[in-house]
Each structure stands twice: as structure tokens, then as C-alpha cells.
């Protein structure tokens, strides 16, 4: 089958070409000036009201019978991105607006790997490496990703509060460090 789509929304512009011969997908989507003044983000541990434009796109095949077959890239990168009404584990922290915040997965070889993913702000850093290994039943692709953030240093004292004076997963140089395992469906950090 064939799909075309050529969408303007929030204040942006979509567009998605996607064909599928049954056993392999081809897709390939782009999105420019997508507003991103009217979503909130709510993790399990982090919150915040997003205000910025969201570009980037996707070409992707995908073989629906071994995902080890599969390839491409996706880049995303939101430009002006703010924060207000940022809370990290329960903190809230003040608007934060972001010099860098870009998101960049290589496909190859049965996996998704994250490279030169970073947020950076004079607030608070944020980094995520790692790779996701794919499943041709996506929900059940197994994740090995590396997350670290790091807050300046007057709004450390805030998280000492949450993780203690002299939590493990905190490096000599302020940067607090998870590991997210298990599945697109069930992560566990």
C-alpha cells in the first residue's frame, strides 16, 4: 500500500510518505515550525509546559519479518524550546530556556541507536545515549539507554533533599546518572 500525507498543524507543516510491500515499509515523514505551545509532558518523574517550534523528520524501512533488516534515521530538534513549569523529581524549577535540545536515532542492524542527544540550558543539562534493540513487535524492543542530568549548582541543594548528601548515582562532577531497561512498553529506570 501507498499513504501520503500533507498536513498543516499547529501553526506547522507535516508531511508523510509511507509504502509498504507487506514483508518491508518505507517511511519517510518531515515536520517544520510544529508549535509545541499546547502540550504538557508528564513522566513519571518529570513535568513541564514545552513552548518552542519542533522540526526534524524520518526515512526509515522497516522489515516487519526481521527487525535486524531494518534502517534509517530520525532527527528531532526544537528550536526556542522553554520549559515553564519544570519539576524534576518533585522539585519545580525555574523556566528554563534551551540553547540545545536535538534527539538524533541511527537505525542498523536490529537496533536504534541514540547519538548526539542532548538539552542543554543554563539551568539544567540532560544527555541520552544508548541503543534500543528492536523487535519486529515494536512495544516489545528491549532498551539499554544511559541517561545523565545535571543542575546548576544553587539548585543542587534541591535535590539533595530527594537523593542525600551523597547519592550513588551522582559523579564528582554533579551529574546524576540512571539506566533505563526493560521495554518500549514497560521502561524501567
Avoid: C
Amino acid at each position: 500500500g501507498h499513504l501520503e500525507i500533507d498536513a498543516e498543524l499547529y501553526d506547522g507543516e507535516f508531511d508523510l510518505l509511507a509504502e509498504s510491500d507487506g514483508e518491508v515499509s518505507r517511511i519517510h515523514s518531515a515536520l517544520e515550525k510544529l508549535s509545541l505551545d499546547d502540550y504538557t509532558i508528564a513522566l513519571r518523574s518529570f513535568t513541564a509546559n514545552p513552548k518552542g517550534k519542533l522540526k526534524g523528520g524520518s526515512d526509515i524501512t522497516w522489515h516487519w519479518e526481521d527487525a535486524k533488516k531494518s534502517s534509517g534515521s530520525i532527527d528531532m530538534v526544537a528550536n526556542g524550546l522553554i520549559l515553564d513549569g519544570l519539576t524534576v523529581a518533585g522539585f519545580g524549577l525555574p523556566e528554563t530556556a534551551f540553547d540545545r535540545s536535538e534527539v538524533h536515532i541511527k537505525i542498523s542492524r536490529g537496533r536504534a541507536e541514540f547519538r548526539d542527544t542532548a538539552f542543554d540550558s543554563d539551568v539544567v543539562q540532560g544527555v541520552v545515549e544508548g541503543y534500543i534493540n528492536l523487535n519486529t513487535e515494536l512495544p516489545r524492543s528491549r532498551l539499554a539507554l544511559r541517561m545523565r542530568f545535571k543542575v546548576r549548582d544553587d539548585l543542587d541543594g534541591l535535590l539533595k533533599v530527594q537523593f542525600g548528601s551523597n547519592p550513588r548515582h551522582k559523579d564528582a562532577r554533579g551529574w546524576y546518572h540512571y539506566q533505563v531497561n526493560g521495554t518500549l512498553k514497560r521502561p524501567r529506570l
